[in-house]
């Protein structure tokens, strides 16, 4: 009984250190700026997202779109909603000033063979770590249909080359 005992609480006192030990290490405090807008987040570091644009070779920082959806313009929304839903035809009735923003970015991921993602350019992104504040200009957003976590305990994924490994 008792080593059963220390071995749930050890356990249990693992998790709680590893969530800890996460928290410090792998979630970011993220601004996102783009078009005048500002919108504050966190996002945890994905290890295993490489995902690049296509066209500029530039990372993809990963959002849900529930997130951006109240600062975007009736034609994204509709893009999005409609690559959701399979209809590749899709009317781009975009603002002039989105028109050089968005992208298309082509994955493949574990459970889905293969997929298209909404992306735009926005004009910088900062992350901030305890140590550490990082800027970044040349990067994507992909928009995120679902949530990312059960807890909302973030609601971006950062690849590691915008931190810099």
């Given at each position: ?42 996002a ?5 997202n ?16 529930a ?38 970015l ?60």
């Amino acid at each position: 009984i008792h080593l059963g005992s220390i071995f749930i609480l050890g356990e249990l006192g693992w998790g709680a250190v590893h969530r800890k030990i996460c928290e410090s290490r792998c979630l970011y405090q993220v601004e996102l700026h783009w078009n005048n807008y500002r919108v504050d987040f966190k996002a945890l570091l994905d290890t295993g997202n490489q995902l690049c644009d296509p066209l500029t070779k530039e990372p993809v920082l990963v959002v849900e779109f529930a997130l951006l959806k109240p600062f975007l313009p009736q034609g994204v929304i509709a893009a999005v909603k409609g690559l959701q839903n399979e209809e590749y035809e899709i009317n781009w009735d975009l603002p002039p000033e989105w028109e050089g923003r968005l992208r298309l970015l082509p994955f493949h991921s574990v459970g889905e063979h293969r997929g298209m993602l909404i992306g735009f350019r926005p004009d910088r992104l900062v992350v901030r770590s305890k140590e550490r504040e990082y800027i970044n200009q040349r990067l994507v957003v992909a928009f995120h249909q679902a949530r990312l976590t059960t807890d909302d305990a973030y609601q971006g994924l950062i690849p590691p080359v915008l931190l810099g490994t």
